[in-house]
């Protein structure tokens, strides 16, 4: 084997294969082949859940699944890069804020370590509704890895140990279900962990490649080897596997940056934090480090691409990136007359490192400085790193149930990039879901699911199990049906207490959650106690220039829900009426939600209908193990294929699948309606 790979290695790079630098790579630091372990293996450490990977799903599927009292395991290459933040330094955005907001209702992990590392918090697309309000935070690197594994590294019930797994320990399924069951793994080094259920977050290292120009280097990171063995072995045991492409830009020595040349942006006064357990983020305004914009011509970026575009292998191999946070160079190229904005943002209070936002590339070294020196405020750069592309496998998201376990294999669950997503709070959305799973198989307990009609953690699942990712998945507001009602402010009223039911939710959040939940109701029953005419409401805001109806009487509840009435207004004048109002207000958070509450309570009030029927198409559900070739379901070959490789688990999902005709839908009915143990159970609205 030895002899081989020198040949390979001695060989024409013409006549390298596109896995080649990667295969020599492995067999040159293992010199053996993995073949798929038996469950008879040596007899090794046993733990309720394995979690496989230290990135963001991984941190939040081991805390889940520790939190859910289970003995947990958190294997990953090395102890030092657990919570590494490999791309962007800053956590939120629209969409993502919302992601941030449901993991932290859920106990997760991630929003509070933002809140103690933030150098700057600000709310995005205020100039819409509160409810596509993007929560972001602009991230201290050292410090989020070093608040986070302080955690991590305490965190009762969870052992953290440094290993490459390379193979899963299988075994023979039962009489009801005979498929290959998942117990365990084994390590590079032979060792073997077993287990009742384990969680593989392999994020962008299977099989990895980093590309800078036409230079390949085995890695899944700048500095981290690729997952070959893992790799293989999922492919052995038949899952369906494809591959794409992600970047990241060039980092930048902030002391040769003329800032001057650039406009600057402050964070938000006063800031907000990322999570319910915290009234304000560890900064005051004016201490948060701001970010700057610069931009650079389209025609003076899409030359110096097209010159080099055979120098960049990775631009020129057909593999899918991601369409929304695209390299520099796909965007030249697909809006070439366009300038594309560059966001300057610092790494941390003591980092020289600017990260370009915007700039991501994967062209030649000399040739990303030669473009770099193009932007107003660089033209003197200097650089620390250069930008670069990874080429990944991952799975086909259409194998996984609900609860994020395999179908194909019992007792295994993915989360994260391996999943076919892109960004940190994807990655961690599926990690504490499927943590929290792994956890609920593993002491038999019933699964946790959020539906569409729940949460943005709930559409990110569905998207990606109904639809696969033909290209890396992100998430924004759009994507959402029900945007109005699953808003950031409301995470914790739509899943906190489902987190409490499944075992999830410490007694901390749980006591926070009660007494805010308590005062809101509270604050809520008190406005709608008091009503007046419009013109007794104008006399007492002293408000004569808002628009309210003098002769039809309001609550204050209502009145609240006026864009030019404030909580404070409304508390002033009922101060002497309703002392206790004025005292529940006082509360900064209190007065922000009530006032948001108010402002959507007549849209919630119709959605609520739709959400209902919506539920009760979700409450249809189909069999993981149906025959989709029964002759009296008569359905055509190609939407029996769809439904096949998707395996939707209810009537409402297979709505959602590209090319599913009501016709067909009809016939699925009536197979429902006559099969009544397969209606679950639908979930309360709160």
């Known amino acids: 084997m030895l002899r081989h790979c020198v040949r390979e290695l001695h060989s024409p790079k013409k006549s390298w294969t596109r896995g080649t630098p990667v295969r020599v790579w492995y067999t040159l630091r293992t010199l053996r082949l993995f073949a798929s372990t038996s469950i008879s293996s040596p007899v090794g450490e046993h733990f309720d859940v394995i979690v496989i990977g230290g990135g963001h799903a991984g941190t939040e599927a081991a805390c889940a699944s520790s939190r859910m009292g289970c003995r947990t395991l958190l294997l990953t290459h090395k102890l030092e890069t657990i919570g590494e933040m490999s791309c962007n330094p800053s956590f939120g955005g629209i969409g993502k804020g919302h992601l941030m907001k449901e993991i932290d209702a859920l106990d997760g992990v991630c929003g509070r370590i933002c809140d103690v590392s933030g150098v700057q918090y600000k709310v995005l697309n205020r100039g819409k509704g509160p409810a596509v309000w993007g929560y972001r935070a602009q991230i201290d690197r050292k410090l989020y890895k070093q608040n986070l594994q302080k955690e991590i590294f305490s965190y009762p019930n969870l052992t953290v140990r440094a290993a490459a797994v390379d193979d899963l320990l299988t075994k023979p399924g039962s009489t009801d279900n005979p498929a290959t069951v998942c117990g365990g793994v084994v390590t590079s080094d032979g060792t073997t962990y077993h287990s009742k259920s384990v969680v593989l977050t392999a994020g962008t290292f299977l099989r990895a490649e980093i590309n800078i120009g036409l230079q390949i280097t085995p890695a899944g990171r700048i500095g981290d080897g690729p997952a070959v ?31 001057t040349k650039t406009s600057v942006w402050p964070g938000d006064d006063p800031p907000l934090a990322f999570s319910f357990m915290n009234e304000r983020p560890w900064l005051k ?44 160079e796909s965007k030249s190229l697909r809006f070439g007359h366009l300038a594309h904005r560059i966001w ?63 179908r194909r294999m019992p007792n295994l669950f993915f989360a994260g990039q391996i999943n076919g997503t892109t ?40 998207d990606l199990i109904t639809n696969g990712a033909s290209e890396p998945y992100r998430m924004f507001t759009a994507r959402a049906e029900y945007r109005l009602t699953l808003r950031p402010d409301n995470a914790d009223l ?6 409490v039911t499944v075992g999830c939710v410490g007694q901390a959040r749980q006591d926070r959650f009660r007494k805010m939940k308590t005062d809101l109701e509270r604050a809520t029953e008190l406005l709608s106690s008091v009503k007046l005419t419009g013109s007794a ?15 039809e009487a309001k609550t204050a509840y209502k009145v609240l829900n006026h864009p030019d009435v404030s909580i404070k207004q409304l508390t002033a004048a009922l101060r002497v009426d309703i002392p206790e109002l004025y005292d529940l ?44 070739d029964l002759v009296n379901l008569n359905l055509s070959d190609e939407i029996r294929g769809k439904l096949k490789s998707t395996r939707p688990s209810t009537l409402a999902a297979a709505s959602r699948i590209e090319g599913i005709t009501p016709d067909a839908l009809v016939r699925l009915l009536r197979y429902v309606r006559k099969t009544p143990r397969h209606v679950t159970e639908a979930v309360a609205f709160v």
Request: charged share 25%; with cysteine; proline share 6%.
């Open 344 to 406: 300057l943002e610092p790494e941390g209070f003591d980092s020289d490192v600017i990260y370009p936002n915007g700039l991501s590339m994967t062209m030649p070294v000399e040739y990303q400085m030669k473009l770099l020196r193009l932007v107003p405020g660089l033209e003197n750069v200097e650089i620390f790193r250069s930008g670069y592309g990874v080429f990944y496998d991952f799975i086909d998201p259409r194998e996984l149930k609900p609860t994020l376990e395999t």
């Open 537 to 551: 409401w104008k006399e007492r805001l002293h408000a004569g220039s808002v628009n309210i109806s003098s002769e």
């Open 423 to 462: 960004g940190y709070e994807e990655a961690a959305a599926q990690g504490i879901i499927a943590g929290i799973n792994g956890a609920a198989k593993a002491l038999s307990k019933p699964p946790i699911t959020i539906n569409r009609t729940e949460g943005y953690i709930g559409v990110l699942i569905d």
């Open 585 to 628: 207000a006082q509360q900064p958070w209190l007065a922000d939600r009530l006032k948001i509450q108010a402002t959507y309570s007549a849209i919630v009030k119709e959605q609520r209908l739709e959400i209902s029927e919506m539920r009760q198409d979700e409450s249809l559900g189909l069999p993981d193990d149906m025959d989709y």
């Open 494 to 499: 739509r899943l906190t207490e489902k987190g």
């Open 285 to 328: 305004a004016e201490e948060q480090m701001p970010c700057h914009l610069s931009s650079i011509q389209g025609k003076e970026v899409v030359k110096i691409v097209k010159d080099t575009l055979h120098l960049n292998r990775h631009v020129k191999e057909e593999l899918t990136g991601p369409r929304f946070c695209p390299s520099l």
């Open 229 to 259: 063995a893992l790799a293989e072995t999922i492919e052995r045991a038949g899952f369906a596997m494809g591959r794409l492409r992600t970047g990241t830009p060039p980092r930048l020595d902030k002391r040769t940056i003329d800032f």
